[in-house]
T-cell receptor, first 110, second 118 residues
Framework: TQLLEQSPQFLSIQEGENLTVYCNSSSVFSSLQWYRQEPGEGPVLLVTVVTGGEVKKLKRLTFQFGDARKDSSLHITAAQPGDTGLYLCAAETSGSRLTFGEGTQLTVNP | DAGVIQSPRHEVTEMGQEVTLRCKPISGHNSLFWYRQTMMRGLELLIYFNNNVPIDDSGMPEDRFSAKMPNASFSTLKIQPSEPRDSAVYFC????????????????FGPGTRLTVL
Protein backbone atom coordinates (compact mmCIF):
# COMPACT_ATOMS: atom_id res chain seq x y z
CA THR A 1 0.00 0.00 0.00
CA GLN A 2 1.38 3.39 -1.05
CA LEU A 3 1.71 5.99 1.68
CA LEU A 4 0.62 8.64 -0.81
CA GLU A 5 -2.07 7.69 -3.31
CA GLN A 6 -2.30 9.87 -6.39
CA SER A 7 -5.21 9.94 -8.79
CA PRO A 8 -5.70 9.72 -11.60
CA GLN A 9 -2.57 7.89 -12.75
CA PHE A 10 -2.99 9.05 -16.32
CA LEU A 11 -4.85 12.05 -17.72
CA SER A 12 -5.10 13.11 -21.35
CA ILE A 13 -7.00 16.32 -22.08
CA GLN A 14 -7.37 19.00 -24.73
CA GLU A 15 -5.77 22.40 -24.51
CA GLY A 16 -7.98 24.83 -22.61
CA GLU A 17 -9.62 22.26 -20.33
CA ASN A 18 -9.41 22.32 -16.55
CA LEU A 19 -8.20 19.41 -14.43
CA THR A 20 -7.62 18.37 -10.85
CA VAL A 21 -5.07 15.90 -9.52
CA TYR A 22 -5.39 14.41 -6.04
CA CYS A 23 -2.90 13.20 -3.45
CA ASN A 24 -4.37 11.29 -0.51
CA SER A 25 -3.06 9.59 2.60
CA SER A 26 -4.26 8.26 5.92
CA SER A 27 -1.26 9.90 7.61
CA VAL A 28 -0.90 13.47 8.81
CA PHE A 29 2.01 15.46 7.42
CA SER A 30 3.73 18.62 8.55
CA SER A 31 4.03 19.67 4.92
CA LEU A 32 3.48 18.39 1.44
CA GLN A 33 5.26 19.20 -1.80
CA TRP A 34 4.29 19.05 -5.46
CA TYR A 35 6.90 18.41 -8.16
CA ARG A 36 6.69 18.30 -11.95
CA GLN A 37 8.95 16.07 -13.99
CA GLU A 38 9.49 16.35 -17.74
CA PRO A 39 10.90 13.52 -19.88
CA GLY A 40 14.64 13.06 -19.46
CA GLU A 41 14.84 15.41 -16.49
CA GLY A 42 14.62 15.28 -12.73
CA PRO A 43 11.58 16.48 -10.77
CA VAL A 44 11.33 20.22 -10.11
CA LEU A 45 9.60 21.60 -7.04
CA LEU A 46 6.44 23.60 -7.76
CA VAL A 47 5.19 24.37 -4.26
CA THR A 48 5.30 23.42 -0.59
CA VAL A 49 2.09 23.62 1.45
CA VAL A 50 2.42 23.75 5.20
CA THR A 51 -0.80 24.86 6.92
CA GLY A 52 -4.04 22.85 6.92
CA GLY A 53 -6.51 24.46 4.53
CA GLU A 54 -3.77 26.46 2.83
CA VAL A 55 -4.27 27.46 -0.79
CA LYS A 56 -1.37 28.55 -2.98
CA LYS A 57 -1.54 29.80 -6.54
CA LEU A 58 1.18 29.64 -9.17
CA LYS A 59 -0.19 31.28 -12.32
CA ARG A 60 -2.81 28.81 -13.61
CA LEU A 61 -1.98 26.19 -10.95
CA THR A 62 -3.83 26.14 -7.62
CA PHE A 63 -2.61 23.93 -4.79
CA GLN A 64 -4.64 23.12 -1.69
CA PHE A 65 -3.65 21.34 1.51
CA GLY A 66 -6.50 19.56 3.27
CA ASP A 67 -7.72 20.86 6.62
CA ALA A 68 -6.50 17.69 8.35
CA ARG A 69 -3.15 17.83 6.49
CA LYS A 70 -3.69 14.33 5.06
CA ASP A 71 -4.43 15.22 1.46
CA SER A 72 -3.78 17.77 -1.22
CA SER A 73 -5.01 18.72 -4.66
CA LEU A 74 -3.56 20.43 -7.70
CA HIS A 75 -5.95 22.24 -10.03
CA ILE A 76 -4.85 23.52 -13.44
CA THR A 77 -7.01 26.06 -15.24
CA ALA A 78 -6.99 26.28 -19.03
CA ALA A 79 -4.31 23.65 -19.47
CA GLN A 80 -1.64 24.20 -22.13
CA PRO A 81 0.63 21.71 -23.93
CA GLY A 82 3.52 23.06 -21.85
CA ASP A 83 1.80 21.67 -18.74
CA THR A 84 2.44 18.14 -19.99
CA GLY A 85 4.51 16.13 -17.55
CA LEU A 86 4.53 13.84 -14.54
CA TYR A 87 3.13 15.49 -11.41
CA LEU A 88 4.37 14.06 -8.14
CA CYS A 89 3.30 14.78 -4.60
CA ALA A 90 5.78 14.15 -1.79
CA ALA A 91 5.72 14.25 1.99
CA GLU A 92 8.43 14.27 4.61
CA THR A 93 8.05 11.07 6.60
CA SER A 94 11.10 11.23 8.88
CA GLY A 95 14.05 13.55 9.13
CA SER A 96 14.68 14.80 5.63
CA ARG A 97 13.29 11.66 4.04
CA LEU A 98 10.76 12.41 1.28
CA THR A 99 8.25 9.78 0.20
CA PHE A 100 6.77 10.30 -3.24
CA GLY A 101 3.42 9.32 -4.68
CA GLU A 102 3.30 7.27 -7.87
CA GLY A 103 2.57 10.34 -9.92
CA THR A 104 -0.02 11.54 -12.41
CA GLN A 105 1.07 11.56 -16.04
CA LEU A 106 -0.64 14.52 -17.69
CA THR A 107 -0.81 14.98 -21.44
CA VAL A 108 -2.31 18.17 -22.85
CA ASN A 109 -3.07 17.88 -26.53
CA PRO A 110 -3.01 20.99 -28.75
CA ASP B 1 24.93 28.56 -11.08
CA ALA B 2 25.26 24.94 -12.11
CA GLY B 3 22.64 22.59 -10.79
CA VAL B 4 23.21 19.06 -9.59
CA ILE B 5 25.54 17.28 -12.00
CA GLN B 6 25.32 13.55 -12.62
CA SER B 7 27.47 11.29 -14.75
CA PRO B 8 27.19 9.34 -16.85
CA ARG B 9 23.79 10.27 -18.30
CA HIS B 10 23.39 6.82 -19.80
CA GLU B 11 25.05 3.54 -18.86
CA VAL B 12 24.59 0.18 -20.53
CA THR B 13 26.34 -2.76 -18.94
CA GLU B 14 26.16 -6.50 -18.70
CA MET B 15 24.91 -8.47 -15.74
CA GLY B 16 27.66 -9.03 -13.18
CA GLN B 17 29.61 -5.89 -14.02
CA GLU B 18 30.33 -3.12 -11.52
CA VAL B 19 28.56 0.18 -12.10
CA THR B 20 29.52 3.51 -10.53
CA LEU B 21 27.24 6.52 -10.72
CA ARG B 22 28.57 9.95 -9.82
CA CYS B 23 27.01 13.10 -8.42
CA LYS B 24 28.18 16.65 -7.75
CA PRO B 25 25.67 18.50 -5.55
CA ILE B 26 24.97 22.21 -5.65
CA SER B 27 27.70 24.15 -3.90
CA GLY B 28 26.71 25.06 -0.34
CA HIS B 29 24.11 22.34 0.03
CA ASN B 30 24.60 20.06 3.02
CA SER B 31 22.21 17.21 2.21
CA LEU B 32 22.46 14.74 -0.67
CA PHE B 33 19.95 12.12 -1.75
CA TRP B 34 20.09 9.14 -4.12
CA TYR B 35 16.79 8.01 -5.67
CA ARG B 36 15.79 5.29 -8.11
CA GLN B 37 12.84 5.65 -10.48
CA THR B 38 11.08 2.80 -12.27
CA MET B 39 7.68 2.44 -13.86
CA MET B 40 6.70 -0.24 -11.36
CA ARG B 41 7.85 1.37 -8.13
CA GLY B 42 7.96 5.07 -8.93
CA LEU B 43 10.56 7.31 -7.25
CA GLU B 44 12.19 5.67 -4.24
CA LEU B 45 14.77 7.07 -1.85
CA LEU B 46 17.81 4.83 -1.59
CA ILE B 47 20.02 6.76 0.84
CA TYR B 48 20.66 10.27 2.04
CA PHE B 49 23.61 12.08 3.56
CA ASN B 50 23.74 15.12 5.79
CA ASN B 51 27.11 16.87 6.10
CA ASN B 52 28.70 13.93 4.24
CA VAL B 53 27.43 11.40 6.81
CA PRO B 54 24.92 8.70 5.78
CA ILE B 55 21.75 9.29 7.77
CA ASP B 56 19.22 6.84 6.35
CA ASP B 57 20.17 3.95 4.08
CA SER B 58 17.04 1.90 4.70
CA GLY B 59 16.07 2.21 1.04
CA MET B 60 19.23 0.54 -0.26
CA PRO B 61 17.96 -2.68 -1.86
CA GLU B 62 20.70 -5.02 -0.75
CA ASP B 63 24.41 -5.41 -0.12
CA ARG B 64 25.17 -5.06 -3.81
CA PHE B 65 24.46 -1.34 -3.45
CA SER B 66 26.82 1.04 -1.68
CA ALA B 67 27.10 4.82 -1.54
CA LYS B 68 29.86 7.13 -0.42
CA MET B 69 30.29 10.83 0.07
CA PRO B 70 34.01 11.50 0.63
CA ASN B 71 33.53 15.28 0.61
CA ALA B 72 30.84 17.93 0.30
CA SER B 73 31.13 18.14 -3.47
CA PHE B 74 31.07 14.52 -4.57
CA SER B 75 29.14 11.30 -4.06
CA THR B 76 29.07 7.89 -5.72
CA LEU B 77 26.53 5.10 -5.89
CA LYS B 78 28.03 1.74 -6.73
CA ILE B 79 26.32 -1.47 -7.76
CA GLN B 80 28.43 -4.63 -7.66
CA PRO B 81 27.52 -6.98 -9.20
CA SER B 82 24.78 -5.44 -11.31
CA GLU B 83 21.62 -7.36 -12.26
CA PRO B 84 18.95 -6.71 -14.93
CA ARG B 85 16.43 -5.74 -12.23
CA ASP B 86 18.70 -2.80 -11.33
CA SER B 87 17.77 -1.16 -14.63
CA ALA B 88 16.22 2.20 -13.77
CA VAL B 89 16.86 5.95 -13.78
CA TYR B 90 18.97 6.95 -10.80
CA PHE B 91 18.64 10.52 -9.54
CA CYS B 92 20.83 12.49 -7.22
CA UNK B 93 19.34 15.48 -5.39
CA UNK B 94 20.74 18.02 -2.97
CA UNK B 95 19.29 20.51 -0.52
CA UNK B 96 20.28 22.89 2.22
CA UNK B 97 18.90 21.68 5.51
CA UNK B 98 18.42 24.61 7.86
CA UNK B 99 18.26 23.70 11.53
CA UNK B 100 14.94 24.31 13.19
CA UNK B 101 13.00 24.54 9.96
CA UNK B 102 9.56 23.01 10.35
CA UNK B 103 8.88 21.97 6.76
CA UNK B 104 10.67 20.07 4.05
CA UNK B 105 13.60 21.71 2.33
CA UNK B 106 13.56 22.10 -1.44
CA UNK B 107 15.38 19.25 -3.09
CA UNK B 108 17.10 20.02 -6.39
CA PHE B 109 17.35 17.03 -8.67
CA GLY B 110 19.99 16.24 -11.25
CA PRO B 111 19.09 15.03 -14.75
CA GLY B 112 19.50 11.39 -13.77
CA THR B 113 21.51 8.42 -15.02
CA ARG B 114 19.59 5.92 -17.12
CA LEU B 115 21.06 2.50 -16.28
CA THR B 116 20.41 -0.55 -18.43
CA VAL B 117 21.75 -3.90 -17.27
CA LEU B 118 21.60 -6.57 -19.98
Amino acid sequence: TQLLEQSPQFLSIQEGENLTVYCNSSSVFSSLQWYRQEPGEGPVLLVTVVTGGEVKKLKRLTFQFGDARKDSSLHITAAQPGDTGLYLCAAETSGSRLTFGEGTQLTVNP
Amino acid sequence: DAGVIQSPRHEVTEMGQEVTLRCKPISGHNSLFWYRQTMMRGLELLIYFNNNVPIDDSGMPEDRFSAKMPNASFSTLKIQPSEPRDSAVYFCASSFKASGKRWSDTQYFGPGTRLTVL
